[in-house]
């Protein structure tokens, strides 16, 4: 990260006339960037290392994202667990990057709607598909 911020991040802002360096060299950066990493990494330790000692849960610590397809990158990286539809990760289970979870007693169920201009009538195709869904149902 701290490479890719220094080496690629600012000259970019440079680029984009964001920013304005007068004797300033990208290894600074790098170097800048380690040790701010450095410093975060043993605060987080410490605090974790002092809800422990006292007996106190952990903060809850999260990502949010924006996306579907970021969300499902998120997880195929190993960083938790989502709800999504087992149509948009098929690819992804066949390949076995994810995995289906199944929870016990947890009845899920995705609302499905159907929505048109209120004086269009539905094609035979729609009626069809209403046809067939109504079917699976009962």
């Known amino acids: 990260m701290a490479s890719a911020f220094a080496f690629i991040g600012e000259p970019f802002s440079i680029w984009a006339h964001l920013v304005i360096y007068i004797n300033w060299k990208y290894i600074y950066s790098f170097i800048y ?14 605090l974790f290392s002092l809800c422990k000692i006292h007996n106190v ?3 809850i610590i999260g990502l949010q994202i924006n996306g579907l397809n970021e969300t499902i990158r998120t997880v195929i990286a190993g960083y938790g ?16 990057q994810v995995a289906i979870v199944h929870v016990e007693e947890v009845n899920l169920k995705n609302p499905i709607s159907l929505c048109t201009r209120e004086k269009d009538e539905l094609s035979n195709i729609a009626l069809n598909f ?9």
């Not at 209403?130 to 009962?138: A, K, R």
């Open 33 to 46: 960037y380690i040790v701010i990493g450095i410093i975060v990494r043993v605060c987080v330790e410490k």
């Open 57 to 59: 849960n952990k903060p």
């Open 81 to 96: 667990v989502t709800f999504v539809s087992s149509l948009e990760v098929n690819e992804h289970l066949a390949q076995e």
């Open 130 to 138: 209403i046809d067939s869904i109504e079917t699976d149902m009962n």
